[in-house]
């Protein structure tokens, strides 16, 4: 019996531009028939890879079922002009933006929640890291495998500042293989982020294998060591059991630190 469930709805942006996606809720949400509200829970909204070049929500259906299967509601939607959503897709991801907003906007308003973790794959990093400081309820940013190397900075490049320029808690997920941007051009990068700064990197893993199915665990896991250690969920009774985050990376050393210190 699946742990979770998925319920599909649809969101409109302040273009008109309408937008399909998806609620994956934790099965313990549902209680009677009826979902349970919690104003203090978090919710994590997944955007996902280029457009262009056939990213949609599908993507990132993985990562939001282990997510939800571990307590945690997920959202996941087609940016415009993909899949059953309106509009059309922009070569620099700029127009996408107005889709990220008005997602987090409709999850702040209808699951409901106060707090939003935003995850942005692929294209959907940079796409994802421009509305972060534009939706107060987002309060933390995980990217996995943002574009910042020369040739993909032709397309988002003016993407970066926003991102960087950002106070809230960031990690960086990137593979050293990764064919878009090396280990030094991310580490250049991210000298002049504001704000607490965290990089996880995953040898020998390339772009495109860091976006499979093999990788959804893994990258449940580093988006549940973040919630814990940047966003303290600790505080708000929120932990999800420990024995789906402790030893899963280089996080979770500081967070069992922090538990024997209790």
Request: aromatic fraction near 8%.
């Amino acid at each position: 019996m699946s742990s979770y469930s998925v319920e599909s709805c649809a969101v409109e942006t302040t273009d008109g531009v309408k937008l399909n996606a998806r609620v994956f809720r934790p099965k313990e949400e549902e209680q009677g028939g009826e979902v349970k509200n919690d104003s203090n829970s978090l919710a994590i909204v997944l955007v996902h890879p280029y457009s262009i070049l056939g990213g949609c929500q599908g993507l990132l259906k993985g990562i939001a079922s282990g997510l939800a299967s571990k307590g945690f509601k997920a959202v996941t939607f087609d940016m415009r002009g993909v899949g059953r959503s309106t509009g059309k897709a922009s070569l620099t991801g700029f127009a996408e933006v107005k889709d990220v907003i008005a997602v987090c906007k409709w999850v702040s308003e209808n699951l409901p929640t106060n707090r939003i973790l935003l995850v942005g794959s692929s294209a959907g990093a940079p796409i994802a890291g421009s509305a972060v400081d534009e939706i107060e309820q987002v309060v933390g940013y995980v990217s996995l495998g943002y574009p910042f190397g020369m040739m993909a900075s032709i397309l988002f490049g003016r993407h970066h500042k926003a991102i960087l320029k950002s106070p809230k808690p960031k990690l960086f997920v990137m593979g050293t293989r990764d064919g878009f941007t090396s280990v030094k051009q991310l580490q250049n990068k991210l000298t002049s982020a504001a704000g607490r700064v965290e990089t996880h990197l995953i040898e020998g893993a390339s772009h495109f294998q860091m976006e499979g199915p093999a990788y959804d665990a893994q990258m449940d896991i580093i988006c549940l060591d973040c919630i814990i250690i940047n966003i303290n969920l600790k505080s708000f009774g929120q932990l999800p059991p420990l024995k789906f985050v402790l030893g899963s990376c280089f996080l979770c050393k500081l967070f069992s630190e922090s538990i024997s210190n209790d």
